[in-house]
């Protein structure tokens, strides 16, 4: 497996644990220090987002993927994404939102990690 199917992979399975609400994979895939700039400008701390996954406050039910795009950086990669993600957040009732994503990929204790992810719409 080559570096950039690595990458992808990742962005793949970050995407694909949103979907399913799996906080235990999500668990691995993030970087102790991630946070998750939201549509509304609001940077989230890890553990406040999992714990919202878990309790279901924040739930998706798909992440159909449209585009992906990544740069290597000094320090890892730049992933850029488009997906159409559906969810209910904090009870607003089932909705897709076309979300493009900014992410940086770093490598953590040998392994890489998401260590940020910016969303805004497309």
Avoid: C
């Avoid at 497996?1 to 949103?18: C, G, P, V």
């Avoid at 609400?21 to 999500?26: G, I, R």
């Avoid at 609001?42 to 795009?69: K, N």
Wanted: no cysteine; proline share 2%.
């Amino acid at each position: 497996m080559t570096i950039n199917d690595e990458i992808l992979k990742l962005y793949r399975d970050y995407n694909d644990a949103m979907a399913a609400d799996d906080t235990v994979a999500l668990d691995r895939l993030l970087a102790p220090d991630f946070t998750l700039t939201h549509m509304t400008g609001y940077v989230q701390p890890r553990a406040e987002w999992l714990r919202e996954l878990r309790l279901g406050t924040m739930h998706y039910f798909s992440s159909i993927e449209d585009h992906v795009e990544m740069t290597a950086t000094a320090a890892g990669w730049r992933v850029v994404g488009q997906n159409r993600v559906t969810a209910s957040i904090h009870g607003s009732g089932k909705y897709a939102w076309p979300l493009n994503t900014v992410m940086v990929v770093e490598q953590v204790d040998g392994r890489w990690q998401i260590m940020s992810a910016v969303v805004t719409t497309y």
